[in-house]
């Protein structure tokens, strides 16, 4: 992601403009290890963090069910392992059951507000 104005105002400022003009952004250091959510510096060491866009693409390492009040569809809650290595909590979008270990797709929900990522199962409304 280019420096841009809102860089002034914080690497979740700059998060969620990038979400508004449809990337989904992490952030990773010079040795390539990814870092999420966004953050002012590493964790650890302190070292200046770099942007990089996701492709979107991860598994299911974690989900569970909440039950809404009829007629609601349940929600339902995973942790999910994208592909560049970081970790996420998110809302799936899915008409059969998921399972651990299945493949996801992002979704942003940019025109929300604040705009946000969810996920479809993998295959579901594409191809890939």
Do not use: N
Not at 21 to 32: I, L, S, W
């Amino acid at each position: 992601m280019a420096a841009s104005s809102t860089a002034s105002l914080g690497p979740e400022a700059e998060y969620l403009q990038a979400l508004r003009d449809g990337r989904f952004c992490y952030q990773r250091t010079a040795e390539g290890r990814a870092v999420f959510p966004p953050r002012l510096a590493a964790p650890g060491d302190g070292a200046v963090l770099e942007w990089a866009q996701s492709s979107g693409r991860g598994r299911v390492h974690a989900v569970t069910e909440q039950p809404q009040k009829p007629p609601a569809p349940s929600r339902i809650i995973a942790i999910v392992e994208m592909d560049e290595g970081f970790r996420l909590l998110s809302r799936i979008e899915a008409g059969a059951p998921v399972r651990i270990g299945q493949r996801l797709r992002a979704v942003i929900a940019g025109e929300s507000d604040p705009p946000h990522v969810f996920f479809v199962l993998q295959g579901e409304q594409d191809e890939g």
